[in-house]
Nanobody
Framework: HLVESGGGLVQAGDSLRISCTTS????????MSWFRQAPGKEREFVAY????????HYSTSVKDRFTISRDNGNLALHLQMDSLKPEDTAVYFC???????????????????WGQGTQVTVST
């Protein structure tokens, strides 16, 4: 059970940090990613982090602006979003890949557990 929080309405150029928490102690074993879905568009990959924070990957559209991190001790995943743009407006979802996740994947069907999403709105 994943729960996102921290979304809201910000202006272009602002920063926002969203989080994903769980009570599942197996979180430490999960590869985690953030996805987002804008109105009328398909859900898309945003950022990935492996279970030991050795490897991260970002979509081209957010690279150098967003930073994914995790706190395995507190069973939490974070996404620091800087220099936000109106096109970043979307519902943001955290997702857990629990099997066959040794390599980076941005394929939605590889992720077994999803949160309910948190809305991020960036105004001009």
């Amino acid at each position: 059970h994943l729960v996102e929080s921290g979304g809201g309405l910000v202006q272009a150029g602002d920063s926002l940090r969203i989080s994903c928490t769980t009570s599942d102690s197996s979180f430490r074993m999960y590869v985690m990613s953030w996805f987002r879905q804008a109105p009328g568009k398909e859900r898309e990959f945003v950022a990935y982090i492996d279970n030991f924070e050795r490897n991260t990957h970002y979509s081209t559209s957010v690279k150098d602006r967003f930073t994914i991190s995790r706190d395995n001790g507190n069973l939490a995943l974070h996404l620091q979003m800087d220099s936000l743009k109106p096109e970043d407006t979307a519902v943001y979802f955290c997702a857990a890949c629990v099997k066959s996740c040794n390599e980076f994947t941005d394929v939605l069907s590889d992720y077994a557990y999803w949160g309910q999403g948190t809305q991020v709105t960036v105004s001009t």
